[in-house]
């Protein structure tokens, strides 16, 4: 069957044929792709007429419903060695001077004005103008200007399936088919379904996906990006054209000090990254409490002082209190690191990479200990998640930063589909709103719409790169290079700081204690698990059900319900010490000795004994609830 486009290039051809050798021809035609420009030329080559003029058409001069670019086309009986290229403005002058520069077969002043083409077929406006682009970007700066293609890069567009994901590449980045998102170096980054995603693939020996991504995100990058896309409704970038992007490739030692220059403004980033959470924790606590009272005019005062001083460094006075609003685990790790010597980097930013692996583990023990609130939910899931940790080459058993970041990804999604209600039905919406009070005990979703957030994948995926690359040599290291890598960690855990919000503000973590039962209510005296401090607060809160005094538990608000965290985090009072210390599950052995380790206890790091707690959790969450 012919389509609209195809019959009026066929009128288009009888009419040319039909005006004879020394006629013309126009014909207003839809704008074409390069294979419909080769098929039309050869078309009307074989009846002796010939293609010499293309002037693309304002949307305004004619439109008949149908939303597409259309182009002027000229066709002569007389043969010419070039073809005129222009775009027709809604301006008298506009056209008077197109048809001037026609007549006369020269060049106008600008592109739209009439390009003389050394060509026979047309080349679209956009793609001159991206031509032209990379020529001057050319003759601005050093280096040499390849291509995508050029570079070896193997190219996959994402699919609609349920489940599709991108194969796993090292020095992989992605682009998005539509809109003006970013280049990313995973999908997540770029924020859009598989199917308007497209992973490139560059060979390692080539140059580093990351100088990559940051050229493309460059104003170069973009506009060659924008110059590239095809169609007039819903422009699209399509996999043969982001083969032709190019990239200036300067040498390996300019590239190096570029992407080192990059990591010296991630510092800076962090900085005022730093400062924007400051406001941000500011406003909350101000509209919280619904007044201004003398502990937040002294914070604005500080914060004041510190604009007026420049002050080079970060705002570490809100970030102190920040981490003080932390759960015990997570704190201490940040005490433990804010302690260090500042001259000690090294030790610094590996304190850094502990907090981030703990940070992972951390949410997926809350996402896990919801879904095992309800085992029927969790059965949907568990196949699917297990097969997930299995392709990450990790085990439940013998779990890493990455079967962390696994989990809480892989939950996350779930979680984020639960607690989303936008556009959904008034009963869909009431039943997601009961399954999530139902796993994460929290009326409100802040807990499980945080910890779901999808903006922690790309965060844990670069910490634990970096923690991967960065321990995988034993060698000393440089204390500049250390120095870098502490900084780079700063701004990744202050972009943590801003994805947390005000949770930690609503959620708090506590162990029970004593408790009383007085009319069927259960009276709690509970520890407040929050901050660096190993002398915890001590409060009474009321709940609906009595607590297990051996349990850490997360309580949301001011909700009687409270979430029961699974047996991987514990804490315990170290025998040399007497002090609290919190310990992270590490790994158990088929003979039931489960190990765990602490992050900011150094004396006494890991401990082994036999937890069947823990021992039933992990069958619970591998094999389902009955093999616990």
Same mark, same amino acid.
């Given at each position: 069957?012919?389509?609209?486009?195809?019959?009026?290039?066929?009128?288009?051809?009888?009419?040319?044929?039909?005006?004879?050798?020394?006629?013309?021809?126009?014909?207003?035609?839809?704008?074409?792709?390069?294979?419909?420009?080769?098929?039309?030329?050869?078309?009307?080559?074989?009846?002796?007429?010939? !293609?010499?003029?293309?002037?693309?058409?304002?949307?305004?001069?004619?439109?008949?419903?149908?939303?597409?670019?259309?182009?002027?086309?000229?066709?002569?009986?007389?043969?010419?060695?070039?073809?005129?290229?222009?775009?027709?403005?809604?301006?008298?002058?506009?056209?008077?001077?197109?048809?001037?520069?026609?007549?006369?077969?020269?060049?106008?002043?600008?592109?739209?004005?009439?390009?003389?083409?050394?060509?026979?077929?047309?080349?679209?406006?956009?793609?001159?103008?991206?031509?032209?682009?990379?020529?001057?970007?050319?003759?601005?700066?050093?280096?040499?200007?390849?291509?995508?293609?050029?570079?070896?890069?193997?190219?996959?567009?994402?699919?609609?399936?349920?489940?599709?994901?991108?194969?796993?590449?090292?020095?992989?980045?992605?682009?998005?088919?539509?809109?003006?998102?970013?280049?990313?170096?995973?999908?997540?980054?770029?924020?859009?379904?598989?199917?308007?995603?497209?992973?490139?693939?560059?060979?390692?020996?080539?140059?580093?996906?990351?100088?990559?991504?940051?050229?493309?995100?460059?104003?170069?990058?973009?506009?060659?990006?924008?110059?590239?896309?095809?169609?007039?409704?819903?422009?699209?970038?399509?996999?043969?054209?982001?083969?032709?992007?190019?990239?200036?490739?300067?040498?390996?030692?300019?590239?190096?000090?570029?992407?080192?220059?990059?990591?010296?403004?991630?510092?800076?980033?962090?900085?005022?990254?730093?400062?924007?959470?400051?406001?941000?924790?500011?406003?909350?606590?101000? !509209?919280?409490?619904?007044?201004?009272?003398?502990?937040?005019?002294?914070?604005?005062?500080?914060?004041?002082?510190?604009?007026?001083?420049?002050?080079?460094?970060?705002?570490?006075?809100?970030?102190?209190?920040?981490?003080?609003?932390?759960?015990?685990?997570?704190?201490?790790?940040?005490?433990?690191?804010?302690?260090?010597?500042?001259?000690?980097?090294?030790?610094?930013?590996?304190?850094?990479?502990?907090?981030?692996?703990?940070?992972?583990?951390?949410?997926?023990?809350?996402?896990?200990?919801?879904?095992?609130?309800?085992?029927?939910?969790?059965?949907?899931?568990?196949?699917?998640?297990?097969?997930?940790?299995?392709?990450?080459?990790?085990?439940?058993?013998?779990?890493?930063?990455?079967?962390? =970041?696994?989990?809480?990804?892989?939950?996350?999604?779930?979680?984020?589909?639960?607690?989303?209600?936008?556009?959904?039905?008034?009963?869909?919406?009431?039943?997601?709103?009961?399954?999530?009070?139902?796993?994460?005990?929290?009326?409100?979703?802040?807990?499980?719409?945080?910890?779901?957030?999808? =903006?922690?994948?790309?965060?844990?995926?670069?910490?634990?790169?970096?923690?991967?690359? !960065?321990?995988?040599?034993?060698?000393?290291?440089?204390?500049?290079?250390?120095?870098?890598?502490?900084?780079?960690?700063?701004?990744?855990?202050?972009?943590?700081?801003?994805?947390?919000?005000?949770?930690?503000?609503?959620?708090?973590?506590? =162990?029970?204690?004593?408790?009383?039962?007085?009319?069927?209510?259960?009276?709690?005296?509970?520890?407040?698990?929050?901050?660096?401090?190993?002398?915890?607060?001590?409060?009474?809160?009321?709940?609906?059900?009595?607590?297990?005094?051996?349990?850490?538990?997360?309580?949301?608000?001011?909700?009687?319900?409270?979430?029961?965290?699974?047996?991987?985090?514990?804490?315990?009072?170290?025998?040399?010490?007497? =002090?609290?210390?919190?310990?992270?599950?590490?790994?158990?052995?088929?003979?039931?000795?489960?190990?765990?380790?602490?992050?900011?206890?150094?004396?006494?790091?890991?401990?082994?004994?036999?937890?069947?707690?823990?021992?039933?959790?992990?069958?619970?969450?591998?094999?389902?609830?009955?093999?616990?």
């Amino acid at each position: 069957m012919m389509g609209r486009s195809d019959a009026y290039d066929q009128i288009a051809i009888a009419s040319a044929y039909h005006a004879g050798p020394g006629g013309l021809c126009l014909a207003i035609l839809m704008q074409k792709t390069e294979r419909q420009i080769d098929v039309f030329a050869e078309a009307l080559e074989t009846i002796g007429r010939h !293609w010499v003029a293309t002037i693309e058409l304002p949307p305004e001069a004619l439109y008949d419903g149908i939303a597409v670019t259309r182009d002027l086309v000229i066709i002569s009986g007389k043969e010419t060695k070039s073809h005129f290229v222009g775009r027709l403005g809604l301006a008298e002058k506009d056209g008077e001077r197109l048809a001037e520069n026609f007549i006369q077969g020269k060049n106008g002043t600008t592109i739209e004005d009439g390009t003389l083409l050394r060509s026979k077929k047309p080349i679209p406006l956009k793609r001159l103008h991206w031509q032209r682009l990379c020529e001057d970007h050319a003759s601005q700066a050093s280096g040499d200007l390849v291509s995508l293609s050029d570079l070896g890069s193997a190219i996959e567009i994402g699919r609609a399936e349920e489940g599709y994901e991108f194969p796993e590449h090292p020095n992989a980045i992605y682009l998005a088919r539509i809109g003006n998102r970013d280049v990313g170096e995973r999908p997540e980054d770029v924020g859009l379904r598989p199917q308007n995603i497209v992973q490139v693939r560059i060979p390692a020996d080539s140059v580093n996906a990351a100088f990559v991504k940051n050229a493309l995100n460059s104003d170069f990058g973009r506009k060659q990006r924008e110059l590239l896309k095809t169609g007039s409704n819903a422009p699209v970038l399509h996999a043969s054209f982001i083969k032709e992007l190019k990239v200036l490739l300067p040498t390996l030692a300019i590239q190096k000090e570029i992407l080192d220059y990059e990591s010296e403004l991630s510092s800076h980033e962090a900085t005022i990254l730093s400062l924007r959470n400051d406001l941000e924790d500011l406003r909350r606590r101000v !509209w919280t409490k619904m007044s201004v009272d003398d502990s937040a005019r002294q914070s604005l005062e500080a914060l004041e002082r510190l604009l007026d001083q420049k002050s080079d460094g970060t705002s570490n006075q809100g970030l102190e209190g920040w981490i003080e609003s932390l759960p015990f685990p997570l704190a201490s790790i940040l005490r433990t690191w804010q302690a260090c010597d500042p001259a000690e980097y090294e030790t610094r930013y590996k304190h850094l990479l502990h907090f981030f692996e703990a940070a992972a583990q951390f949410m997926s023990v809350i996402l896990l200990s919801g879904f095992q609130r309800d085992h029927d939910f969790y059965e949907l899931h568990r196949e699917g998640l297990l097969k997930r940790i299995g392709g990450a080459g990790s085990s439940l058993e013998r779990p890493c930063f990455g079967t962390w =970041k696994t989990i809480r990804a892989s939950l996350g999604k779930i979680v984020g589909k639960l607690t989303n209600f936008n556009g959904k039905k008034a009963e869909d919406i009431e039943a997601n709103n009961q399954q999530s009070q139902k796993l994460f005990a929290d009326p409100s979703h802040q807990l499980p719409q945080t910890v779901a957030n999808t =903006k922690f994948a790309a965060l844990f995926d670069d910490t634990c790169k970096f923690r991967n690359e !960065w321990t995988a040599h034993t060698g000393l290291v440089d204390p500049k290079l250390a120095s870098q890598r502490e900084q780079e960690l700063r701004l990744y855990l202050e972009k943590f700081r801003s994805l947390c919000g005000g949770l930690w503000d609503h959620s708090l973590l506590i =162990k029970p204690e004593s408790a009383r039962n007085r009319r069927g209510t259960h009276h709690h005296k509970v520890k407040v698990l929050r901050g660096s401090n190993t002398t915890f607060l001590t409060e009474e809160r009321t709940f609906k059900e009595s607590l297990d005094t051996e349990a850490l538990y997360l309580v949301s608000g001011s909700s009687d319900e409270a979430l029961m965290l699974l047996p991987l985090i514990r804490m315990d009072s170290s025998p040399a010490s007497a =002090k609290n210390t919190c310990y992270f599950y590490l790994r158990s052995s088929p003979q039931g000795e489960v190990t765990f380790v602490s992050y900011h206890h150094h004396q006494e790091a890991e401990f082994k004994g036999q937890y069947d707690e823990v021992g039933d959790a992990i069958r619970s969450l591998t094999e389902g609830p009955g093999n616990s």
